[in-house]
């Protein structure tokens, strides 16, 4: 199937999405559901989560006060999250350790055993509300929680598989996820359990029954706001993006009290819109809380400046896919997707601060540095992909640097200090759109072909002429993070190969409608193959090896000290891969494409290995052809873990 456009496309993903709410709301009608939440939680009934109706009418104010309680030392702790990477008991935080590096020491797991690691257990997330699963579990003292489609998020025992409690959230009609209803994480903190939804709130649960503590709204979601990606916790605050660029909303970096939702700060990621910080929360009745007060926190930028006009207004630059944190240099990093409509003929100008990656001060919520890889981005390559924190050993010195490898396919090194670019080297085969990066600007040399014709030049003032792209506006690597092993000193970055014929059209922008001004068909480069998960050297930017894989690369990846990399496959396979050589050295089929997030953990003496496994997401919405390779695999929605077999 080929899509002749993104809007088709985008009308696709809101039927399927609404078919799932129909759903969805007709289970949530069959359970025990209270109209003041409009959310459901079911528990297994154990001797420690079973419930009377005395305590359900109590229930939100006893948890808030469980929660105050975590600031003295109960549940995970801000030490907990900052040894995160080191810690090899649990995993508490996206990216095992806000610097997204997604390295674990744990070697029992090695190149020698792995023949013999099988399956511990398998749980489904049930029901028929699969769709994409592209979650990364987190796991604290013998509990895993993983969200999955439709906003739901699930507490498993893991010793044995067995679920403690499921959070089913209430989504209302009209919601507008561009890119299937998925979900990619929850952050823990204390004893709560937080993630984002659909219709753009943020919710906290006990991470022993799931019920609410705390529940923010971000933002309408009838204007295309939503949110898909994992929080991360900085400083006892709950650090969020959002999603909706597709929709000319304005991306945003915000800081909440993590116990109680109150707002600290809010940082616009469009030039021309006021930051705000938030004064001491209110506390109501019940032990609920509301805002203080907000202040204006300076302007983003200077309006106008490399916006036309009142374009700034719906400038897009989503922050969709969260953000990540070093405590040496106490900065947060986001990256900014694209700026709002595709057509770049509409915006002339850099288009600040969308395309780029951003640099945010944890305390104050003011912007440090930025770096904009895609000036005045034309094509969708946005600028969201993780900035992962490394220490570069390079000619005798260690830099405090940072690594993204952009939708646009450069690979890019950064001081993460300053904001200073060390090196920008191609990770994919092609680029059609530019021939370098000129490292005196940082800017890309685009080619004389990059750029679709303006509609305006057209004879119906409709519809301009296409040009082919290199790569596709799903990019070089799109959402699925990377990992850094610093044993091999190498970035292993799930990559695509693939290519679009791009037109623009006429467009104005309608709240609550796609705001394209684009259409496009997406052609793989090669017939062998189009992902390929590439082992990078981030000295030379050159690659040590690559493993290729015929159907696109989806999925995140994981290293260890055993000297693997784990990853998935939309084929369905979880693969290891020996780390220095790229041999494939186990797999196992799981019944659905793998597009989750692998995460590893040591427990009872044991080393654990668990992957979300479930198709969908963006592929197979726009990739037309590319989509085909993968046509008969079934839908599904569950989570494999894995460990050594024991003899005898």
């Known amino acids: 199937m080929k899509l002749s456009s993104l809007l088709s496309g985008l009308l696709v993903a809101s039927v399927l999405f609404l078919a799932g709410c129909e759903d969805a709301n007709k289970a949530a009608s069959s359970t025990n559901e209270t109209s003041s939440t409009n959310e459901t939680s079911s528990t297994k009934e154990t001797s420690s989560a079973k419930e009377t109706s005395s305590a359900k009418e109590t229930s939100s104010a006893k948890e808030t006060s469980s929660a105050k309680e975590t600031s003295s030392g109960t549940g995970v702790t801000d030490d907990d999250i900052l040894n995160d990477a080191v810690n090899t008991h649990n995993v508490v935080s996206y990216g095992i350790g806000n610097q997204a590096q997604r390295y674990s020491p744990l070697d029992k797991v090695n190149v020698d055993t792995i023949k013999d690691l099988v399956p511990a257990w398998s749980f489904s997330f049930g029901g028929e509300k699969q769709r994409g699963q592209e979650a990364q579990p987190v796991v604290y003292n013998g509990k895993i929680f993983v969200t999955a489609s439709y906003s739901r998020l699930f507490a498993v025992d893991a010793r044995t598989g067995e679920e403690l409690w499921e959070y089913n959230h209430r989504l209302p009609d009209g919601i507008l996820p561009c890119c299937d209803v998925i979900n990619r994480g929850a952050a823990l903190y204390g004893n709560l359990v937080i993630f984002g939804t659909l219709d753009a709130k943020i919710v906290a649960l006990h991470q022993d029954t799931g019920k609410v503590v705390w529940k923010a709204k971000v933002d309408d979601y009838k204007a295309g706001y939503s949110l898909t990606a994992a929080p991360i916790i900085v400083k006892g605050k709950v650090i969020t993006g959002v999603s909706g660029g597709e929709f000319g909303v304005i991306g945003r970096v915000e800081a909440r009290d993590a116990l109680t939702g109150v707002m600290v700060w809010s940082r616009p990621v469009v030039e021309g819109h006021m930051g705000y910080t938030y004064g001491p929360g209110i506390e109501k009745k019940n032990g609920k809380f509301k805002d203080g007060a907000k202040k204006?926190?300076?302007?983003?930028?200077?309006?106008?400046?490399?916006?036309?006009?009142?374009?700034?207004?719906?400038?897009?630059?989503?922050?969709?896919?969260?953000?990540?944190?070093?405590?040496?240099?106490?900065?947060?990093?986001?990256?900014?997707?694209?700026?709002?409509?595709?057509?770049?003929?509409?915006?002339?100008?850099?288009?600040?601060?969308?395309?780029?990656?951003?640099?945010?001060?944890?305390?104050?919520?003011?912007?440090?540095?930025?770096?904009?890889?895609?000036?005045?981005?034309?094509?969708?390559?946005?600028?969201?992909?993780?900035?992962?924190?490394?220490?570069?050993?390079?000619?005798?010195?260690?830099?405090?640097?940072?690594?993204?490898?952009?939708?646009?396919?450069?690979?890019?090194?950064?001081?993460?200090?300053?904001?200073?670019?060390?090196?920008?080297?191609?990770?994919?085969?092609?680029?059609?759109?530019?021939?370098?990066?000129?490292?005196?600007?940082?800017?890309?040399?685009?080619?004389?072909?990059?750029?679709?014709?303006?509609?305006?030049?057209?004879?119906?003032?409709?519809?301009?002429?296409?040009?082919?792209?290199?790569?596709?506006?799903?990019?070089?690597?799109?959402?699925?993070?990377?990992?850094?092993?610093?044993?091999?000193?190498?970035?292993?970055?799930?990559?695509?190969?693939?290519?679009?014929?791009l037109w623009n059209e006429a467009i104005t922008y309608k709240k609550g409608a796609a705001y394209l001004g684009a259409g496009f068909t997406i052609q793989p480069l090669y017939e062998e193959y189009i992902g390929a998960l590439r082992a990078i050297d981030p000295k030379t930017g050159k690659w040590a090896w690559e493993y290729k894989n015929n159907a696109p690369l989806w999925g995140g990846v994981l290293t260890t000290g055993g000297n693997l990399v784990f990853f998935g496959t939309p084929e369905g396979y979880l693969k290891a891969l020996d780390a220095t050589t790229g041999e494939v050295v186990w797999e196992f089929q799981t019944g659905s494409g793998v597009i989750g997030i692998p995460v590893t953990w040591e427990m009872d003496g044991e080393q654990f290995i668990a992957v979300p496994s479930g198709w969908g997401g963006a592929v197979p919405l726009w990739g037309g052809e590319v989509a085909s390779r993968i046509k008969t695999l079934n839908q599904g929605g569950s989570l494999w873990v894995f460990k050594l077999h024991k003899a005898g």
């Open 296 to 501: 204006e926190n300076g302007m983003t930028g200077t309006r106008g400046a490399t916006w036309p006009g009142d374009m700034w207004k719906t400038g897009g630059a989503a922050t969709w896919l969260g953000g990540t944190y070093d405590p040496e240099v106490d900065l947060l990093f986001f990256g900014t997707g694209n700026p709002a409509p595709w057509n770049s003929h509409l915006r002339p100008g850099d288009n600040l601060y969308a395309a780029s990656t951003v640099a945010i001060d944890p305390d104050t919520g003011k912007m440090v540095w930025h770096y904009q890889s895609t000036p005045n981005e034309g094509w969708d390559y946005d600028g969201v992909n993780e900035f992962v924190s490394f220490d570069l050993k390079k000619d005798g010195e260690v830099i405090k640097a940072g690594a993204k490898a952009d939708r646009n396919g450069f690979f890019y090194v950064i001081n993460r200090t300053n904001g200073k670019l060390i090196s920008a080297n191609p990770f994919v085969t092609k680029q059609a759109w530019t021939t370098g990066v000129d490292m005196e600007t940082g800017r890309p040399i685009e080619t004389a072909t990059a750029r679709p014709g303006n509609p305006a030049d057209s004879a119906d003032g409709k519809k301009g002429t296409s040009t082919f792209a290199v790569p596709s506006f799903l990019g070089g690597k799109n959402w699925m993070p990377m990992a850094y092993n610093p044993k091999t000193e190498l970035f292993y970055v799930p990559t695509n190969e693939w290519g679009m014929d």
